[in-house]
């Protein structure tokens, strides 16, 4: 399990937001926590997600494909 959170950082040049992955409990690989931290930011978290991600392939189409999902079941239930 991972939890990505999301922290703002200010500057002269503007406003950056900064993701961090943290491994809660279990195994897990750069690939799932990139995955998981792609979602995180496609999704626009304002608070802390906790996630569990195992995926066959982590290549980039599979995990696009996943946020197209997530973000039409988003939309779905604010509709």
Do not use: W
């Not at 406003?15 to 961090?20: D, E, K, L, P």
């Not at 690989?29 to 304002?46: F, N």
Request: overall charge negative.
């Amino acid at each position: 399990m991972l939890m990505i959170t999301r922290d703002q950082v200010h500057s002269p040049l503007g406003t950056n937001n900064i993701f961090t992955t943290k491994v809660i409990f279990g195994a897990t690989g750069e690939d799932q926590q990139v995955a998981a931290r792609y979602l995180a930011e496609a999704i626009q978290i304002t608070k802390p997600l906790y996630i569990f991600i195992n995926l066959k392939s982590y290549d980039i189409e599979t995990v696009k494909a996943c946020k197209d999902i997530i973000l039409d079941l988003k939309k779905e239930e604010s509709e």
